[in-house]
C-alpha cells in the first residue's frame, strides 16, 4: 500500500444531479490514484499512511471542461461584442490561422495547460485547429501538465479562409495521421473526431469522418443549434435535412459518445432525438450570453433528462473557470425563467456543481462524485477567511464556492496525484 494516501478536510461531492453528499472532517483513502473510501472516521488500516491535511477547507470534486477552443486563448475576451459568425470571421479564424507555426503554439499550450490546473480544471474535451503537429503538441501539454480527456484536429473544408481551410482528402488524410500519432504517444489525452460544424465541413466530409469515428471507436464533438443565422444558414446547405441535428445524424457523427455544444435553439423535437439517441449537450452560458446567441433552456434538458455537461468555450466565453462556468448557468437559467414568466425553473448551485464535475466523469466512463474506484480528482478551496455563519449548509458552502472562489483560493488540485 505504498501508493496510498489519505486527504483530511471537509468532503462535499456530488453523486446525483439533485443530492450532494456532505462529510465533515472527513477522509478520502486515495490508492493507486483512484478512490478507496471516503469515511467519517479513518480506519485503523490508513493510520500510518501519508496524510494531506486540508483540516477546514473544502474538498471537492475537480472540474471538468467540456468545450472549449485551445487556439482561442490568445484571444479571450476580444470581440466579444460581435454575434457568433460575425466574431468568427473578424477574429477567431485569423487567430487559430497562427497555429500553423508549432513554436508559437507549444508556447500558448503549455500557458494554458498551466492556467488550467491552476483554476482546478482536470478533464477536457477541447478543439484545436486544423493543424496536426499542434493539435499534437497541445495533447503533449496538457498530458504534462496532468489534465486528462479529449482534444480534436478540427476538420474544415468549406466557409473558412483559405489559410484555414483542407480539402476534403487532406482533412481525412490529417485526421488519420493525427489520430495514428496520438494514439501511439499518449496516454492519458486521447483523440476525438472534431467536424468544426455543418456549415464548415461538406456533406463528403462529414460521411468520410462519420466512417472514420466508427472505425477507430472514437467519439465525436461539434457545435449545433448555437446561434438563429447560422440555423437558418445549415438548412440552406443541407436541403436533404429538415433540422440542424440531421446533418450529423444522416453521416454517423450523432450517438452516445457525441457532444454538441450550445443547443440554444433546439426545440422540443431536436432535444428528443438527442435524448433518443443519447448524444450529450455542452451547455456554455457564459459563451451564448457574450456571442448574443440566447439562453439555452437549460432547465428542460435537465427535466427531459438530457446528458447536460459544462463548457467555457473560450473565446466566446470569457472565463476559464468552471466555478464561474457553473455560477453563470445558474444565473442564466434564472434569465430564462425571468423571460418565460417562471414556466421554464432555474437550478441550484449544487445542480451545477454536479454539471460541472459528475456529469462529464459519466461521459468520461466514471460513476458520479467521489465513487470508490474513480480516479481522484479534486480539488481543496480554501473559504475560511470568508468567516462561515453557524448556520451555513452544504449547499450555501457549494454555492458561495461557484460564486467566489478565485484560483488564489485552490490550495491543491488532485488528478490522481497531487499537480
Given at each position: 500500500m505504498t501508493d496510498t494516501y489519505i486527504v483530511h478536510g471537509d468532503i462535499i461531492h456530488a453523486p446525483a444531479l439533485d443530492a450532494i453528499e456532505h462529510i465533515p472532517d472527513g477522509y478520502v483513502a486515495v490508492r493507486g490514484g483512484r478512490v478507496a473510501g471516503i469515511y467519517g472516521e479513518l480506519p485503523a488500516e490508513y493510520a500510518h499512511m501519508p496524510l494531506h491535511d486540508y483540516r477546514g477547507r473544502l474538498v471537492t470534486q475537480a472540474l471538468c471542461d467540456m468545450h472549449l477552443h485551445a487556439p482561442q486563448y490568445p484571444m479571450l475576451g476580444m470581440g466579444i461584442d460581435l454575434p457568433l459568425l460575425e466574431w468568427l470571421n473578424t477574429y477567431?479564424?485569423?487567430?487559430?490561422?497562427?497555429?500553423?507555426?508549432?513554436?508559437?503554439?507549444?508556447?500558448?499550450?503549455?500557458?494554458?495547460?498551466?492556467?488550467?490546473?491552476?483554476?482546478?480544471t482536470t478533464r477536457v474535451c477541447m478543439f484545436s485547429s486544423v493543424h496536426t503537429d499542434s493539435t499534437l503538441a497541445l495533447m503533449q501539454a496538457l498530458e504534462d501538465a496532468g489534465i486528462s480527456g479529449y482534444v480534436g484536429k478540427v476538420n474544415m473544408d468549406r466557409n473558412c479562409p483559405l489559410s484555414i481551410r483542407e480539402d476534403t482528402e487532406r482533412s481525412i488524410a490529417e485526421t488519420e495521421r493525427f489520430i495514428d500519432e496520438a494514439l501511439k504517444r499518449f496516454k492519458r489525452v486521447r483523440p476525438i473526431i472534431t467536424p468544426r460544424f455543418t456549415p464548415a465541413c461538406s456533406d463528403d466530409l462529414m460521411t468520410?469522418?462519420?466512417?472514420?469515428?466508427?472505425?477507430?471507436?472514437?467519439?465525436?464533438?461539434?457545435?449545433?443549434?448555437?446561434?438563429?443565422?447560422?440555423?437558418?444558414?445549415?438548412?440552406?446547405?443541407?436541403?436533404?435535412?429538415?433540422?440542424?441535428?440531421?446533418?450529423?445524424?444522416?453521416?454517423?457523427?450523432?450517438?452516445?459518445?457525441?457532444?454538441?455544444?450550445?443547443?440554444?435553439?433546439?426545440?422540443?423535437?431536436?432535444?428528443?432525438?438527442?435524448?433518443?439517441?443519447?448524444?450529450?449537450?455542452?451547455?456554455?452560458?457564459?459563451?451564448?450570453?457574450?456571442?448574443?446567441?440566447?439562453?439555452?433552456?437549460?432547465?428542460?434538458?435537465?427535466?427531459?433528462?438530457?446528458?447536460?455537461?459544462?463548457?467555457?468555450?473560450?473565446?466566446?466565453?470569457?472565463?476559464l473557470s468552471m466555478l464561474q462556468v457553473a455560477a453563470m448557468a445558474v444565473k442564466s437559467a434564472k434569465l430564462r425563467s425571468i423571460a418565460t414568466g417562471g414556466a421554464e425553473g432555474c437550478i441550484s448551485a449544487t445542480e451545477a456543481l454536479y454539471l460541472a464535475t459528475s456529469a462529464g466523469q459519466v461521459f468520461f466512463g466514471e460513476q458520479p462524485g467521489f465513487a470508490q474506484g474513480n480516479e481522484f480528482h479534486a480539488i481543496v478551496i480554501d473559504d475560511r477567511a470568508l468567516q462561515a455563519p453557524p448556520s451555513m449548509s452544504p449547499s450555501d458552502r457549494i454555492g458561495r464556492a461557484l460564486y467566489t472562489t478565485e484560483s488564489a483560493d485552490i490550495e491543491a488540485v488532485y488528478a490522481c496525484r497531487k499537480l
Open positions: 477567431t479564424f485569423a487567430t487559430e490561422a497562427r497555429f500553423d507555426d508549432v513554436e508559437y503554439a507549444r508556447r500558448v499550450y503549455d500557458a494554458l495547460a498551466a492556467k488550467l490546473v491552476s483554476v482546478g468520410r469522418l462519420g466512417e472514420l469515428a466508427r472505425a477507430s471507436a472514437l467519439p465525436i464533438q461539434s457545435h449545433m443549434s448555437e446561434n438563429a443565422d447560422e440555423c437558418a444558414w445549415v438548412l440552406e446547405l443541407c436541403p436533404d435535412c429538415s433540422a440542424y441535428w440531421e446533418t450529423y445524424h444522416k453521416r454517423g457523427l450523432f450517438g452516445e459518445k457525441t457532444i454538441v455544444a450550445h443547443c440554444v435553439f433546439s426545440d422540443e423535437a431536436e432535444r428528443a432525438a438527442i435524448a433518443r439517441c443519447g448524444a450529450w449537450v455542452a451547455h456554455c452560458p457564459d459563451s451564448n450570453v457574450n456571442l448574443c446567441s440566447g439562453v439555452a433552456p437549460l432547465r428542460k434538458m435537465l427535466d427531459e433528462r438530457l446528458n447536460v455537461v459544462l463548457g467555457s468555450d473560450i473565446a466566446g466565453g470569457a472565463q
